[in-house]
């Protein structure tokens, strides 16, 4: 309880200087849902047009690019700004200061600072998802609100996995950025359509490599009892959560590692 409330005094301190710049602080999530609503409009433009992809409707689609949203913005919330400027942070010699605090590492981080911006994310999706599931025929039973529950949890975690494995990259190479991006940001861009839109090495890539689709498709195929669009194995619709704890895990031994591998700077 009391490192709880420790790590939300961090929080709050680092949200009461954002909101120094009040405007900025309003200004940052409600830009951002803007930018996603309007590549919503481009979807809803393109099916409108095209009726389907590969039997998808709007909402079906909605659901997909809804819940890579909100699990994004979640994660992100906590763990974009301390992984994207950990190498900065590194090479200034603050992780020094960091590394003498009574408390784990990570945890201070990601107390220390976080993305308010993301609350765009978190809002909207929230917004989507009443709106996505009033248009969609789904049958819900106490077994389907659970599965959705843990299929968020999981979801979160493989961001955060892979928030977490490109910014522990920092301790190793002084440019994490190229890797954040190249890993993350625009795989996750990818499930924001069905994967099997996209040939069989995409498929395998996003499924056994960087196994993004476990964010939204499986388990969308499942919530919507899509059979006709299976790909690999049918148990694969249900592997969100295990696939979050199993990579968050990994992540977190490899941010272990970096800090273990870490040297001061000397400054």
């Not at 308010?116 to 998802?129: D, I």
């Not at 059979?227 to 619709?237: G, N, R």
């Amino acid at each position: 309880m009391e490192l709880f409330k420790i790590c939300l005094h961090l929080s709050n301190t680092y949200l009461k200087g954002k909101m120094e710049h009040r405007l900025q602080f309003i200004m940052d999530p409600l830009v951002n849902a803007i930018g996603y609503t309007i590549s919503y409009v481009g979807i809803w433009i393109l099916l409108s047009n095209f009726g389907t992809i590969r039997g998808w409707t709007f909402w079906e689609m909605m659901l997909l690019a809804n819940l890579n949203l909100f699990a994004y913005g979640f994660a992100g919330y906590f763990f974009y700004v301390p992984m994207v400027y950990l190498g900065t942070i590194i090479q200034r010699g603050n992780f020094d200061n960091i590394m003498l605090k009574p408390m784990n590492t990570l945890l201070y981080l990601i107390s220390s600072y976080s993305d308010n911006m993301l609350w765009g994310h978190m809002g909207l999706s929230v917004v989507l998802f009443i709106f996505t599931f009033a248009n969609l025929a789904i049958e819900w039973t106490i077994t389907k609100v659970a599965f959705l529950i843990l299929t968020l949890i999981g979801a979160i975690l493989i961001h955060i996995a892979a928030l977490l494995a490109a910014g522990s990259l920092s301790f190793w190479t002084n440019t994490p950025n190229s890797y954040r991006d190249a890993i993350f940001q625009n795989a996750r861009y990818f499930i924001t359509y069905p994967i099997s839109i996209y040939g069989k090495a995409i498929q395998v890539l996003l499924t056994f490599v960087v196994p993004f689709a476990f964010i939204n498709f499986y388990p969308a195929q499942y919530l919507l009892s899509k059979s006709s669009d299976m790909l690999f194995h049918p148990a694969l619709q249900f592997g969100t959560p295990i696939i979050g704890i199993v990579l968050f895990y990994s992540s977190y031994r490899l941010w272990e590692a970096g800090v273990n591998h870490y040297e001061s700077t000397g400054s």
